[in-house]
């Protein structure tokens, strides 16, 4: 018996170390995989990249011989901008839109510095693609997109700024000295999506969603890409959100596997630039200009389900018509709500419509205005002349537009929930710069409240939330994203080079 017993503890034994060679073995050649193609595509790739570096230089050098950097000649410097976009279109012609983009949104650029690559593989990334399985679909599809992008040019430095996680952990699987940043707007995937699917406490879209067989498949469908996704954060080498409570969720998930793979532990928040000095230009706050407000409640935002528009409704016609919101008739008396948004296809069209329906089915519809793709001197227009700036959306990453609410010096009414409530509408010099909400009653109460202000109060918390809004401005954003791509730098000239 004693021998048996032996022999099976010895075939066990050599069982484990046959087991852990396997293992050993798999990863040995997958990463040896992963630095074949990487090295393939280096040598594919490498062509491109001097012609691409010699056309920049040759640019440069033309560009600061003709003297057009002096920033007296900002109009100049986009005469020739099309010459400098490097790659196509997908229908061959050069990308000029997105110069056009550029130019919309008041950015400076050096020309001859900027190249644009074009990617033909974007459709594996849209949601519609996958009506099932989305999140994953994406994700994967995303690995696609990047190999189409590799193909093209491999990066000295990658950072993702789109949320395609999945593809900064392909780079290090190809290139491994390759450092890599990710600036997370909104994590794919978060602890308050996973409690939305309680019927109890879930909101958002899909709030109560995991009851039943279905929902706990779903449930699990959840925490397993939760797993894959906190796994490819763990190989970021550095880590910035647009928020605190971006912040918050990315150290949950990425944190351990980033301490695991020995990253840096710290998650960096990196606020989005907004045109704060543009707004306060253009919009004063003083005694005077309050005569030139109109008791206008203004929602910016898309046409999309999560930013609640619905709710907005409902919370203006309880103000309207319940008549003991928080305070008197004559203070709501001739309001009005203003919804300015995008309208980007066919379901945004059909969503809009439905909303109409539900303003006159709540005997509203003369006191809403809906303005669909407005221009920004429209929207600047209507900044100036509203009175109070609202925030539908749970748990919104940031909230660029109650920004510019603020910087406007409107009266924010957010959602009591993510940016909005723990960066944007906090107590700032002594008192508040707007109000939270999170049920209709709230929203009708916040609303109230707003528009029966004295005329003191109301100009102190525009100024206010105009003072707490040049935490946001371009220049802030730009002094701590130096910061951290100085960090990719210095971390790319430790590395060895491939060239």
């Not at 018996?1 to 066990?12: A, D, Q, S, T």
């Not at 950097?69 to 901008?81: A, R």
């Not at 974007?122 to 994967?140: E, N």
């Not at 996704?229 to 998930?253: C, E, F, I, K, P």
Request: net charge neutral; charged share 20%; hydrophobic share 40%.
């Amino acid at each position: 018996m004693g021998y048996n017993m032996r022999l099976v503890y010895v075939k066990l034994a050599i069982t484990v170390l046959a087991i852990a060679l396997a293992i050993s073995a798999a990863r040995c050649f997958t990463k040896y995989a992963g630095q074949t193609i990487g090295w393939s595509l280096r040598q594919r790739t490498s062509a491109r990249r001097g012609a691409i570096l010699a056309k920049v230089k040759a640019e440069d050098k033309d560009y600061r011989s003709n003297d057009r950097l002096s920033p007296k000649s900002d109009d100049e410097d986009w005469e020739k901008v099309e010459s400098y976009v490097a790659g196509s279109a997908k229908n061959g012609d050069i990308g000029a839109d997105d110069w056009e983009g550029v130019q919309r949104f008041n950015i400076h650029l050096h020309p001859p510095t900027i190249v644009f690559l074009y990617l033909q593989t974007r459709h594996y990334v849209l949601s519609s693609t996958y009506p099932h399985f989305t999140l994953l679909g994406q994700s994967l599809g995303s690995l696609i997109l990047a190999y189409d992008a590799f193909s093209l040019l491999v990066p000295d430095i990658f950072v993702d700024t789109m949320g395609y996680a999945f593809t900064l952990a392909l780079s290090k699987f190809f290139f491994a000295a390759v450092p890599t940043g990710a600036y997370v707007h909104y994590p794919t995937i978060s602890t308050d999506m996973l409690g939305s699917l309680d019927k109890n406490f879930g909101q958002g879209l899909n709030a109560g969603t995991g009851k039943g067989w279905k929902g706990s498949m779903k449930r699990n469908y959840w925490h397993m890409f939760a797993w894959m996704y906190s796994w490819v954060g763990g190989n970021v080498d550095v880590v910035m959100t647009n928020s605190s409570w971006t912040q918050a969720h990315m150290r949950s998930l990425w944190g351990p596997n980033r301490v695991q793979r020995h990253k840096s532990s710290n998650v960096e928040v990196v606020f989005p630039p907004v045109a704060v000095e543009k707004l306060e230009q253009a919009i004063d706050i003083s005694t005077e200009s309050e005569n030139k407000r109109e008791k206008i409640i203004l929602y910016i935002a898309q046409f999309r389900p999560e930013k609640n528009h619905a709710l907005i409704l409902r919370a203006f016609s309880a103000m309207l018509h319940s008549g003991n919101a928080g305070a008197s008739n004559e203070a709501v008396k001739g309001a009005r709500l203003v919804l300015i948004g995008s309208v980007r296809h066919s379901d945004d069209a059909t969503r809009v419509y439905d909303l109409r329906l539900l303003a006159h089915e709540l005997k509203i519809k003369e006191d809403v205005e809906f303005i669909c793709d407005a221009s920004w001197p429209e929207i600047l227009d209507w900044l100036g002349k509203s009175w109070v700036g609202v925030n539908g959306m749970w748990n919104e990453h940031f909230g660029i537009g109650v920004v510019e609410y603020q910087a406007a010096g409107l009266v924010s009414v957010v959602n009591d929930s993510g940016g909005p409530k723990e960066d944007i509408v906090i107590e700032y010099d002594g008192g508040p710069t707007g109000f939270h909400a999170a049920s209709v009653s709230d929203y009708a109460a916040g609303f109230s409240k707003a528009l029966s202000l004295s005329g003191e109060e109301t100009i102190a918390i525009r100024r206010r939330a105009r003072s707490s809004a040049k935490r946001f401005t371009e220049e802030a954003f730009a002094k701590r994203w130096v910061v951290q791509m100085d960090r990719l730098v210095e971390l790319q000239k430790g590395m060895p080079s491939h060239r």
